[in-house]
Structures are given as structure tokens and as C-alpha cells.
């Protein structure tokens, strides 16, 4: 008696098609990574690369493939991509912190190179880096015109501004005393054309997105000492550059 061969069908694909799938999916994601940072750095390469063994975000990577057991196939997770985002973000956050930080090492050298610390100052706080110009620095009494001695400061500025994309805003403060010209009849008047003075300048010579720039004019409302001293007043009369943290969101301060 002849006994006929039963064929089985095997639902899926083969294993081997299941792995081959998955290997190309994690060099598609790897190198959408690379194209996504653009330039690697090898250490925040080697953090990322950390933090995906870490995390162990692709031990859930659904195949593109049906496996030979259906009942095998791991569950997806929704919240794989969400955390790929995430440790992108963290890298270009960190990344911004650092050129900050290495714009106002710099400004700090070269007021340290020519003795401007004490008309200039240079610090860090939550807004970004925060430079403080004097007026005496910038203009004569009661004037918006740049003086020429202030022009290379400035330019150092611009120079280190078109190396990064953040937003900067530029305050003019003034002291209490009152003043009333032809050209400034208050002096809300003259702090925002102080303000604008200095943009139009690092705008011009820097050769600046001027969306990047916002121009406020603050009056005497903003004094960082009481008025009642010759030196009080000084202080107070100021330009106030601050080239914000990406993280800070400043229409809470505006």
C-alpha cells in the first residue's frame, strides 16, 4: 500500500527573512541618526550608544516581517521612537549649553585681554549668557550714536554670534533723571534707541539675521541699584545683551 506525503504549508516567512528585516531596520534607524546629527561627536556618540544599552530600546522592535509563529512575535511599543527623540534632544540641549558656555569664556578672555571688566561684564544665569555694557562704554550722555571705541567689542560679539543660532535681546536702561529733547522727550525714548543702536550695529557689521534680534527699551524701570547716588545712576545707565538658553522661554519675562 502506497502512503501519500502530507505537505505542510508553513504560514510566515522564513526565519531568516525575520532576522534579515531586523537588521536592516536598525541600520536604517542608526544611520537616520548619523544623518541627524550631522557631525558626530564621538563622545555624545558614545553617550547615545550608552543610553540605547541602557534603556534596551530595541529588545521590543517589532520585525517588518511576520515570523514563522505568529504567537512568538514580541509586542510593540509605542514609546520606542519617544524615547529616540528624547536622547536627541537631551544631545542638542547639551550641545547648545556647551557653545554657550564657550561664548562667554571667550567674551571673558578678551574683556580680561583689554581691560574692560570694569565697564563690561560677562556672567551665566537662567536667561543665557548675560553681557553688561555701561553707558560710557557705548554713548555720550544723553545720545543713542555707537561710539567708535565700543565698535570692536561689538564686532567680537557678532563674530562669536554667527557661530550659534540662538535669539538675543537687547535692553536699554537708563536712570531716573528726566529728559526731554527734541529727539528723546523721555527716556523710554532714548533706552529704545539705545537698544536699537547696538542691534542695528551687529546687524550691520556682523552681517546678522535681524529676526534673531529683539530691541526693548526699558526707561528707568529696571534700576539694578537705588538712584540716589552719582555711582547709582551710573550703574544703572546700561545696555543689557542677553543671548538666551533655548531652554528658556522668555515671553514669561516680557
Do not use: C
Not at 526731554?180 to 525714548?189: A, G, H, L
Not at 552719582?230 to 522668555?250: A, F, G, W
Amino acid at each position: 500500500m502506497i502512503r501519500r506525503r502530507v505537505q505542510r504549508s508553513e504560514k510566515g516567512a522564513p526565519k531568516w527573512m525575520v532576522t534579515f528585516s531586523d537588521l536592516m531596520t536598525l541600520i536604517l534607524v542608526f544611520f537616520i541618526l548619523l544623518f541627524s546629527m550631522s557631525v558626530v561627536d564621538s563622545q555624545k556618540f558614545q553617550a547615545l550608544a550608552e543610553s540605547f544599552q541602557d534603556r534596551a530600546i530595541f529588545d521590543n522592535f517589532p520585525s517588518l516581517i511576520p515570523a514563522e509563529h505568529p504567537s512568538e512575535d514580541t509586542e510593540v511599543n509605542p514609546n520606542d521612537l519617544t524615547e529616540i527623540e528624547e536622547l536627541m534632544l537631551d544631545l542638542d540641549v547639551e550641545e547648545d549649553k556647551e557653545e554657550l558656555d564657550k561664548l562667554l569664556q571667550e567674551v571673558n578672555e578678551y574683556l580680561e585681554t583689554h581691560e574692560l571688566q570694569e565697564e563690561i561684564s560677562a556672567s551665566r544665569d537662567e536667561r543665557g549668557v548675560v553681557l553688561v555694557l555701561q553707558e560710557q562704554t557705548l554713548f555720550r550722555s544723553a545720545q543713542a550714536e555707537v561710539l567708535s571705541g565700543a565698535k570692536p567689542f561689538l564686532d567680537k560679539v557678532g563674530t562669536l554670534l554667527g557661530e550659534i543660532p540662538n535669539i538675543v535681546k537687547v535692553e536699554g536702561h537708563t536712570d531716573s533723571r528726566p529728559i526731554n529733547t527734541s529727539t528723546f522727550p523721555s527716556n523710554w525714548e532714548l533706552s529704545g534707541a539705545r537698544a536699537s543702536s547696538v542691534i542695528r550695529h551687529l546687524t550691520n557689521d556682523s552681517d546678522l539675521d535681524a529676526g534673531r534680534f529683539m530691541a526693548v527699551g526699558y526707561g528707568d524701570t529696571r534700576p539694578v541699584v537705588p538712584n540716589t547716588t552719582e555711582e547709582n545712576l551710573r550703574q544703572n545707565r546700561r545696555v543689557v545683551i542677553v543671548i538666551s538658553d533655548p531652554e528658556y522661554h522668555p515671553e514669561e519675562s516680557f
